[in-house]
């Protein structure tokens, strides 16, 4: 199956820092790549449908000028937790998928705001 | 998009058959079913995906009644690493459509 990378896996900052999150596919081109965050024990919730060369789509509830997408490339999504907060230490995933296809998620990256 | 109904959780024992049902009624008709596995701090990892009847693969199989109203996941002779939650999920075929997450099923699988 498709391949989805996210870089970093983990990374740890401080309170009112940016911290950005990459999604890559990795053997094949993706125009549509979603973003989800999980908080322990819960499942994946959906933040956004992040399209490329468009704006992003993002759920009900979920800021968009807090969480912003980029997708600029059809290989690679990024999503940029500006002013992060203790609250939004959580589990970001993404996925992809190729045309006519199921999607394929990442490793997920986890966020930990001191 | 079609909500789906899982158990919370289940346990079993290596070496037995496990098979985790999931309810959707409001399937639509460009609707498939795709099962996901996570482990903890891990990204789902596809099972497999039908339409109707029967689908397996290497890992697992798929039975889909006529109606489609539900489906079943049938994994052979479970050992302990498949311990993690297993989601069901129902959307149209497409790489574009965005997938909702239900609760999940927890599955524990004892020596």
């Known amino acids: 199956g498709a391949v989805v990378s996210q870089h970093p896996s983990r990374v740890i900052c401080k309170s009112g820092t940016s911290v950005k999150i990459e999604c890559r596919s990795l053997?094949?081109?993706?125009?549509?790549m979603f973003w989800y965050r999980q908080f322990p024990k819960q499942s994946l919730m959906l933040m956004a449908t992040?399209?490329?060369?468009?704006?992003?789509?993002?759920e009900q509830g979920v800021e968009k000028d807090k969480f912003l997408i980029n997708h600029a490339s059809l290989t690679l999504s990024t999503l940029t937790v500006t002013s992060a907060h203790p609250e939004d230490s959580s589990f970001y995933i993404c996925?992809?998928?190729?045309?006519?296809?199921?999607?394929?998620f990442g490793p997920g990256t986890r966020l930990l705001v001191l | 998009l079609a909500k789906t109904t899982q158990p919370i959780s289940m346990d079993s024992y290596e070496g037995q058959e496990v098979n985790i049902t999931c309810s959707h009624n409001?399937?639509?008709?460009?609707?498939?079913i795709t099962w996901y596995q996570q482990f903890p701090s891990q990204g789902p990892r596809f099972i497999i995906q039908?339409?109707?009847t029967k689908v397996t693969n290497e890992v697992a199989s798929l039975f889909i009644p006529a109606d489609r109203k539900s489906s079943t996941l049938s994994l052979p002779r479970v050992s302990l690493s498949d311990t993690a939650v297993y989601y069901c999920?129902?959307?149209?075929?497409?790489?574009?459509?965005?997938?909702?997450f239900g609760s999940g099923t927890r599955l524990s699988i004892r020596p």
């Open positions: 039908g339409y109707k």
């Open positions: 996925s992809a998928g190729t045309i006519q296809e199921t999607q394929y």
């Open positions: 999920l129902v959307a149209p075929y497409s790489s574009a459509s965005k997938i909702i």
């Open positions: 409001n399937i639509a008709t460009n609707d498939y």
């Open positions: 053997d094949f081109q993706a125009t549509t």
């Open positions: 992040s399209n490329e060369g468009s704006k992003a789509t993002y």
